[in-house]
């Protein structure tokens, strides 16, 4: 046995989502980074399907949106319960929709990016021990009978809910199961569902069927009366039984090519952050799949940290800009636990009770569109803002709408076009200032910073100057600031020049 050693700027765990999309980001910025995958090889399983509206904005800010999209179906309405329509149609957003597509498309754009930014992706290499101190973190791996010793500035275990990071780290994980017996299956059918994918929920259980895009389908499935032990391999006979019962027909379903059982749990670490070590994703958070917010959660965790570790190694911003990563993202997840939670529990209502309370509930929240409304928001990420000083404008902490630009200088010979809209711009990694008016007290800051105006110089930006973080949420922002607020608010946000 040989030992050998790295060393690097971030260290991050797991070659999922939520792993990538931050190794991405650090490589794009210039930064040294390293991911550690126990997995010898990619996985064709996946669980997560659904992407929605915030997550694609984000991969629309990396320029990986269109891509996807083309890999899978958009789907404009949710049904929930068989009764409540959720219409995603009227969201404030260039994606409207919930993206169905297997969860290994959406890794491989992030696997592809980080790679051809400069990340070094090592498969095969499990990890076996972590010690951080004042300058760094220290992790061993074994990898090929070789002992490695990785060393960086930070690490960031997002390799899952099992994290052998989170383990090492000694950190608790509360919570409990939700749902046991939950039947997973790759099947080919006979009927295709009308609307391309079917979802619902019947007295004992509850069932969805997801197209892969090449005639298989994934289907979910649980029934109160049936308890399958983890791990067991379910048949053709007893999915078509369960997906009857929950859709009313079973499509024909036939030519099981895969199939597992598991139990879903609703839990969450107290702290994303444990010195130089952060949690991220399903290390951090778990919950049931109603919803499909899993995978979403994931890479908005990445990507409000990916950009503040940024900060701090290239660009000298203080260390206590990521204790923010916990005062914002937790909130969140434990936001996320208690709707997929409420939508599992409600779909799982087996006394008459308790089901005649969710048909009365169900018949109210699909008869009142402000409840209708806020679901969707809720489900697609949309509606998540970040707290905000006291005396802050409006609009700081909010997620900020894809925004009509134009430049406030003409493009340099032979370089890129100006963005037309916000996401175009946020494709550069850095922030953006939006400002009717010339901002030289900017210019000090130019190389972290794209400076644009909105299309309409009228609208509802006319006199006030935005600073964008680039996870796309309002950093700053005043009406008609002089420039000394604005070099203020341009040092706090990225650093001293």
């Known amino acids: 046995m040989t030992e050998k050693q790295t060393v690097t700027d971030v260290i991050v ?25 126990k997995r010898a090889t990619e996985s064709n399983l996946t669980r997560a399907f659904a992407v929605h509206a915030r997550t694609l904005e984000l991969l629309d800010a990396r320029g ?41 498309n959406t890794e491989r754009l992030l696997h592809d990016r980080a790679v051809k930014a400069g990340a070094t992706v090592l498969r095969g290499a499990e990890v076996t021990g972590l010690r951080q101190d004042p300058d760094g973190v220290t992790v061993e ?40 017996s939950v039947l997973l299956a790759d099947v080919r059918l006979e009927r295709e569902p009308e609307e391309g994918t079917a979802a619902g929920a019947a007295e004992t259980g509850f069932a969805l069927l997801v197209p892969f895009g090449d005639g298989w389908y994934r289907v979910l499935a649980h029934d109160s009366t049936e308890k399958v032990p983890d791990g067991t391999e379910p048949g053709p006979d007893l999915l078509a039984d369960i997906t009857r019962r929950a859709l009313g027909e079973d499509y024909g379903l036939h030519d099981v090519r895969w199939s597992s059982t598991f139990h879903s749990d609703e839990r969450q670490v107290p702290d994303y952050r444990s010195g130089r070590v952060f949690l991220a994703g399903d290390a951090a958070h778990c919950h049931s799949p109603a919803g499909g917010m899993g995978m979403n959660t994931g890479l908005q965790d990445a990507a409000n940290l990916s950009w503040k570790l940024v900060a701090v190694l290239r660009d000298g911003v203080a260390d206590e800009l990521l204790d923010s990563y916990q005062s914002e993202r937790h909130p969140v997840g434990r936001t996320v636990l208690r709707a997929s939670g409420a939508m599992i529990r409600v779909a799982m209502a087996h006394s008459a009770a308790t089901r005649a309370l969710r048909g009365a509930l169900v018949q109210v929240a699909g008869r009142v569109d402000a409840v209708v409304d806020r679901g969707a928001r809720t489900v697609s990420g949309l509606g998540i803002s970040y707290p905000a000083p006291k005396d ?49 007290a900017a210019d000090p800051w130019r190389e972290r910073l794209v400076t644009v105006a909105p299309a309409d110089p009228h609208g509802k930006l006319r006199d006030t100057v935005l600073l964008i973080r680039p996870d796309g949420y309002a950093a700053w922002a005043a009406v008609d600031p002089g420039a000394g607020e604005l070099r203020a608010a341009l040092t706090e946000w990225l650093g001293e020049v």
């Open 13 to 37: 765990v797991g070659a999922g989502p939520t792993g990538l999309l931050l190794a991405g980001d650090l490589a794009a910025a210039g930064l040294g980074v390293t991911v550690l995958e």
């Open 64 to 104: 990986l949106a269109d891509d996807l999209i083309a890999t899978g179906r958009p789907v404009e309405a949710l049904t929930a319960f068989n009764r409540v329509r959720i219409d995603l149609g009227h969201l404030p957003t260039r994606f409207p929709f919930v993206l169905l597509t297997p969860q290994y």
């Open 141 to 180: 791996t074994l990898q090929g009978g070789a002992t490695t010793t990785h060393r960086a500035r930070y690490a960031v275990g997002t390799d899952g809910v099992r994290s052998t990071v989170r383990d090492l780290l000694g950190l608790p994980f509360p919570g409990e199961s939700v749902v046991d």
């Open 392 to 440: 802050a404008h409006p609009l700081v902490g909010k997620r900020v709408p894809d925004l009509r630009l134009t430049g406030l200088e003409p493009p340099r010979e032979n370089g890129p076009a100006a963005p037309e809209r916000l996401y175009e711009a946020l494709r550069a990694g850095r922030f953006v200032l939006v400002s009717n008016d010339e901002v030289a």
